[in-house]
């Protein structure tokens, strides 16, 4: 299903379905999307999906962080007046989504993580000395799943155009940066939240000992595995990753 991106005040989202709000936090290349399936299926069950476009190349290079994402996703929680939401992130997303959760933990019901970074970076700030060549990036863009075919063109178009705009990757090397800064290896098990982890067993951005870090330092988490997966589960293995969360939601009464 296509959606229709909504205008109000400094915020762009997307939102679908009525019912116990899901809010969506996209990665630092990763489009609204890229959780289309995610949205197609809870939407239709009893969930809001709300998906807000970060402020990932908006704001000022002072505020490009981990920490001003994670504050400007609970003004977009209060202006939405939402009590509890659930948030589900996907690499730089899952990061803000554990951040706000260390900020506000009463805002936050549940939370699930994919792919996510906060304890480990390896391809989110380097590489890109080629960044001219269309061929390399295009590359790069394929190694972030098991499947290289996933990597459309139009999502290679999307990551040219980024590395090649200067201020996008001022922005991207910051935000990099930042989610080395902004290690949660502390954090996580003083936050009793229940958490999904859903990660792909190829995941060479984050690989799969990062997952299993995640899932011995929080102290309420599952952990389930989506074989032949790289860095983007809900993308890759769309109804494997339906699936196990559906489960997870109802295992938890969610």
Known sequence: MMYR??????????????????VV???????????????????????????????????????????????????FIEFKGFDEVILLGNSLGGHIGLYHTKLYPEKVKALIITGSSGLYESAMGGGYTKRSD?????????????????????????VYETVNDRNKLIKTLAIAKSAIRHNMAKDLPNMNIPTCIIWGKNDTVTPPEVAEEFNELLPDSDLY???????????????????ILDAWLNKRGF
């Open 5 to 22: 991106l909504k205008k109000e005040k400094e915020y762009s989202y997307i939102e679908a379905g009525e019912g116990t709000p899901i």
């Open 25 to 75: 936090l996209h990665g630092l290349m990763g489009g609204l999307s890229n959780f289309n399936a995610v949205s197609d299926f809870f939407s239709s069950k009893d969930y809001k999906i709300i998906i807000p476009e970060l402020p990932i190349y908006t704001m000022s290079l002072l505020k490009t962080n981990v920490k001003s994402f994670a504050k400007y996703l609970h003004d």
């Open 134 to 158: 269309y061929e390399v990036i295009k590359k790069k863009a394929q190694e972030v799943f098991y499947d290289p075919e996933v990597a459309t063109k139009e999502i290679v178009d999307e």
């Open 225 to 243: 595995w989506i074989d032949k997966c790289g860095h983007a589960a809900m993308m890759e293995h769309p109804d494997e990753f339906n699936t």
